[in-house]
């Protein structure tokens, strides 16, 4: 009888939530993303961005390697002396600025996705040990990422460049080496609350083994904010590549990457702006999609965020 | 020997602790040598009856939820037994532990964070299922739906996440979990503290019909002596990581013998105005003292209106002074 | 004929959120008599913390009194500016919350934070202030008070900070103290302590009290008057005596059942089924319908008023509509 009484206030109580709740994740990740517009905004940009990494070669008018010493710094289009045969403009070579941004998509963001997928990934086993293990585990990775953040990590980035010649591969090993102890201080922090959780505790006192305590108490309960710090993590890692190619230690020609054109684009600020100025809204606006993306990703991967029908998620 | 081990040896027990400690090192040197050490649990002595519910009563602590994570070895013992069905758990392997887990649950104080936020109702009952490996697929489906309605729950919520319930409904959730394994012994830490009034009866009585219906033994730790007192068969009240009184609930109300239990039953407020100024009040002066530089005589010395000099010099033992009634106190009351 | 110090009329706070409004408090009226102990009674949500805290305007946005008023000594506190209510606030009326050691500031020894205190309300100097604070440190019994003046929060156990709280509120001699669940936090010991100790305080000070509590032991012990709260609103209001003796509301009368007894060996426990319900939820009708063993069709569709039935008694239920009775 209570049983029935509770059940029916229960059913009362969350008729609207209960709405939402029986809908498939995808489904409800969809509504909340078109509740947050913000989050819409990054998703389509996002999207947009990655079509043009994958489709660059089609995507991009000219050859993006290609001098033109008839055509060298020509204005966009739309200014005195401009063509519509190079949109955005042409550099001190003569070769096309929008092509290059569509060709230099791929690089920055093979680099910003990969290295964070590498630091995250060494962060997320290493910062999960050691908070979960505790004591003199705990102990001896604890001094690795502390003396690992006593080297500055630009001039490690500097040295193994010098060292090696920078490609793709060594950029996205150099960087993920570098970061990879912020998201293990990080989870680790996160999993030493967690630990501290009657639910944690709960499962113990089942006789769950401790791997697998790991796997479906812990990791599912850091995964949202792991999720979030990686999406920002992407963007300051683009920004990072831009300096470093910036510095001339990232790609190299012939490969095009956005930070490479903002140095070649450098010394023609105050002539011919659009070198330099194209490029770097590429950063912003991706960079911006990024972080969008990453908060409502939050959002997603929180069960107690709701879908409600006035908009704008809880 | 331990007061418990003079007694005759039944079978009947399920569960016997003796001497157990649990001590926290709070502060060490730079070279790693204990400076400091939280008598948490100190020298404790219980036995439980197959059947009956033990209440351990007490202040914030006095080590009550310590010895209810030791006995589970949820935090692990400094010195002591803990004999359940005649095996010493403290003395079992990692691996036996576990096993033995089955038979010991534990329901947890804060409806809250004991269910992992990221789980639906389903899957949190089945996890000690799935654990132990007793039933998938559509037996388990079954037996999940059961218990879920054996707390009072509708099955029909059985996929939703805990946020989406209310205190009582998650205590009735983190019930599930604790009988779904069939457990011979569940410590019940603080369940009802954190619920409200209307909902505290509710869980109680939830708890007393599944022991008679399980024929479940509980150890229920609470702070709140009226509701240990209306769930609990025996009370051991603690103090200062010590038992200083331990006996039916018969016995403990109206042959109280120790004057800090004395005192712990006459603080609670009665809900009755009429009793307002009618009631003899025993009330206990002073915060709790220091529980790092614990006093060398009795530890309620400081806060005891009777006491002595030989109070303060000689730490009284848990004594049985008359059947099933055990004080540890040099002058107790009449 | 009584005076009344405080008397709240049809106050209705609002929390206007993204999911919509949430009446946590709605048409809430009660009134507090100089030297009066009055006890607000009620669950989890029941609107009881908001109805205190929009006595002294301290409902933070997206809170809003939205309708009411708040009569103390006749002058209407809801259309005070935040100058003037400053001046009540902790003078004239001061509060004391659940946990001492988050309304309590840190970095400031307590003595400090009390003679700040006096000091914004009272004209005195600083060694007033201090002479003040200690002899309020002692008279909330705080062993060697000069001494403790210097002491910082941390390092005080839970009783001691509320002993502080207490001290710091009574410092300016308030007409009222509203005690928002003084004693939750502590151990049962002492609250007894504090509970004693803020009896003899009152009738020295003879201040009015307001207690907020879940805890029907603190309210038989301490006040005169209840107010029972249950989804914001008012459901009964009664002499303490009278209450116990004879709850009206089967709200009331559940919440009696269903409270553990510390003085009674064998009983049986009875329960309300149900839940509390949330105040962004709310059943229509009645509010309490759902839950209420004599739930009759009207309950669920119109909601009853709270009418008096004498006594100083009133009751918000359809069973006790019919009775010639006067509205509040």
Redesign the interface.
């Known amino acids: 009888?209570?049983?029935?009484?509770?059940?029916?206030?229960?059913?009362?109580?969350?008729d609207?939530?209960?709405k939402s709740?029986?809908q498939s994740t995808t489904i409800r990740g969809l509504k909340l993303l078109l509740q947050s517009k913000t989050g819409t905004i990054g998703f389509i940009i996002v999207i947009c961005v990655v079509l043009v990494a994958i489709f660059a070669g089609v995507l991009a008018p000219h050859d993006p390697a290609l001098n033109n010493l008839t055509a060298t710094l020509k204005p966009p289009a739309w200014l005195d002396g401009g063509s519509w045969n190079y949109v955005l403009g042409t550099d001190n070579l003569g070769r096309d600025v929008l092509s290059r941004i569509i060709v230099g998509t791929r690089v920055s963001l093979l680099v910003g996705v990969f290295s964070v997928v590498l630091a995250g990934l060494i962060g997320l086993i290493i910062g999960i040990v050691a908070g979960y293990y505790g004591g003199i585990v705990d102990n001896i990775l604890m001094r690795l990422v502390d003396s690992f953040l006593a080297i500055p990590s630009i001039l490690f980035i500097l040295v193994v460049l010098a060292v090696f010649e920078p490609s793709l591969l060594v950029l996205i090993i150099v960087i993920g080496l570098t970061n990879w102890v912020t998201y293990a201080r990080i989870v680790r922090g996160e999993v030493l609350s967690i630990k501290e959780?009657?639910?944690v505790?709960?499962?113990?006192?089942?006789?769950?083994?401790s791997s697998?305590i790991m796997l479906?108490?812990v990791l599912?309960?850091i995964v949202s904010s792991f999720i979030v710090i990686s999406a920002l993590s992407v963007a300051t890692t683009i920004i990072l590549e831009a300096s470093l190619s910036f510095l001339g230690l990232g790609i190299q020609p012939p490969d095009v990457s956005w930070g490479a054109m903002l140095t070649d684009g450098r010394n023609y600020l105050a002539t011919n702006w659009w070198l330099a100025t194209f490029p770097g809204l590429a950063i912003t606006i991706t960079v911006l999609g990024i972080i969008f993306l990453g908060d409502w990703l939050r959002d997603v991967l929180d069960?107690?965020t709701?879908v409600?029908q006035?908009g704008?998620a809880? | 020997m331990s007061v418990v081990e003079v007694k005759e040896k039944t079978n009947n027990y399920l569960l016997q602790i003796e001497g157990l400690k649990k001590h926290f090192p709070v502060s060490t040197t730079i070279f790693g040598k204990t400076k400091q050490t939280l008598k948490a649990v100190d020298g404790i002595d219980l036995y439980l009856k197959k059947g009956e519910t033990l209440g351990i009563v007490g202040e914030s602590g006095c080590g009550k939820s310590t010895t209810g994570n030791t006995i589970l070895r949820l935090i692990e013992p400094t010195e002591g037994k803990i004999i359940f069905e005649g095996e010493d758990l403290v003395k079992l392997s990692k691996k036996k532990m576990q096993e033995i887990r089955k038979d010991i649950q534990m329901i947890f104080q804060d409806p809250f964070s004991s269910l992992n936020p990221r789980m639906k109702v389903f899957d949190i009952i089945a996890e000690p299922l799935r654990t132990h490996g007793v039933a998938k697929g559509k037996g388990l489906e079954d037996m999940v739906y059961e218990l879920i309605e054996t707390v009072g729950l509708d099955r029909s919520l059985a996929k939703r996440f805990p946020h989406e319930f209310s205190g009582g409904q998650r205590q009735r959730i983190g019930i599930a979990r604790a009988i779904a394994l069939k457990p011979k012994l569940i410590i019940c830490d603080e369940p009802v503290s954190a619920l409200d009034v209307s909902i505290q009866a509710q869980i109680l009585n939830l708890l007393l019909d599944l022991q008679r219906k399980f024929d479940l033994t509980f150890i229920f730790i609470g702070h709140g002596i009226p509701a240990v007192k209306y769930i609990s068969d025996r009370i051991a009240v603690m103090y200062m990581g010590e038992v200083v009184e331990m006996t039916t609930k018969e016995k403990l109300f109206s042959e109280t013998k120790h004057p800090y239990t004395k005192g712990l039953i006459s603080a609670v407020p009665i809900p009755d105005p009429k009793l307002r100024d009618k009631t003899e009040r025993v009330i206990i002066e002073n915060d709790i003292p220091d529980q790092l530089n614990l006093p060398e005589g009795c530890r309620f010395y400081s806060r005891c209106p009777f006491g002595t000099e030989r109070c303060k010099v000689e730490k009284p033992k848990l004594n049985e002074i008359s059947n099933e009634h055990y004080v540890a106190c040099h002058y107790p009351l009449n | 004929m009584v005076e009344k110090l405080l008397e709240v009329k049809n106050l209705y706070t609002h929390f206007f959120t993204e999911q919509g409004v949430i009446p946590s408090v709605n048409g809430v009226s009660f009134s507090v008599n100089k030297g009066e102990i009055v006890g607000i009674v009620g669950e989890s949500g029941c609107g009881k913390s908001v109805t205190s805290l929009s006595i002294l305007q301290l409902i933070d946005k997206p809170g809003k009194i939205v309708n009411g008023e708040v009569l103390f000594n006749g002058e209407d506190l809801i259309k005070l500016n935040e100058k003037q209510i400053k001046k009540i606030r902790g003078n004239r009326i001061s509060m004391i919350f659940q946990e001492p050691l988050t309304s309590l500031n840190p970095v400031f020894t307590v003595g400090n934070q009390i003679s700040e205190a006096i000091r914004i309300h009272q004209k005195v100097n600083k060694q007033q202030a201090k002479d003040k604070a200690i002899e309020m440190l002692r008279k909330v019994g705080i062993p060697n008070p000069e001494k403790q003046y210097y002491s910082f929060p941390h390092l005080l156990s839970g009783g001691m900070r509320q002993r502080v709280m207490i001290a710091m509120a009574l410092s300016c001699n308030p007409e009222l103290l509203i005690a928002d669940e003084p004693t939750t936090a502590l151990d049962v010991t002492i609250q007894a302590q504090i509970l004693s100790l803020m009896k003899n305080l009152i009738e020295e000070l003879q201040t009015s009290i307001i207690i907020i509590t879940h805890d029907l032991g603190v309210v038989a012990e301490m006040v005169d008057r209840v107010v029972v709260m249950y989804g914001g609103e008012i459901v009964e209001q009664a002499s303490v005596y009278d209450l116990f003796e004879n709850p009206r509301h089967p709200y009331t009368q559940g919440l009696l059942k269903s409270t553990p007894k510390v003085h009674e060996l064998e009983y049986e426990l009875e329960s309300i089924d149900g839940n509390v319900p949330s105040p962004d939820n709310m059943p229509t009708g009645c509010k309490f319908h759902p839950r209420c063993p004599f739930a009759m069709d009207k309950c669920k569709e119109e909601d009853p008023s709270l009418l008096s039935v004498g006594n100083d008694s009133a009751i918000k239920c359809w069973l006790y509509q019919d009775r010639k009775v006067v509205q509040v």
């Open positions: 009888m209570q049983a029935n009484a509770e059940s029916k206030s229960e059913l009362n109580i969350n609207k939530i209960a709740k029986n959780r009657e639910y505790k709960a499962s113990k006192s089942i006789g769950t083994k697998e479906v108490h599912p309960n069960p107690k709701q409600n006035k704008g809880k």
